[in-house]
């Protein structure tokens, strides 16, 4: 139900929601990112809001308080 909500073929998928509950789209991560890839773009989702999603992080991290 949820790959079909969200038009995925399937795992894996990364999505992240802004703080109005909204899908960031455009940072929809399908399939394998190697560490630094995926920390560009975690970088690059927490420049676009005043709020960094926090998918998959702690609330004690560094990138969910802000600080990537």
């Known amino acids: 139900a949820l790959l079909q909500r969200f038009g995925l073929i ?3 998928a990364i999505l992240f929601f802004g703080p109005d509950g909204r899908e960031q789209r455009d940072f929809r991560v399908v399939g394998f990112l190697d ?3 995926f920390k560009a773009h975690l970088r690059a989702l927490a420049g676009t809001q005043a709020r960094p ?3 998959g992080f702690n609330a004690g991290s560094r990138l969910a308080a802000g600080n990537p």
């Open 10 to 12: 399937g795992p894996p």
């Open 35 to 37: 560490a630094d890839a």
């Open 53 to 55: 999603a926090t998918v």
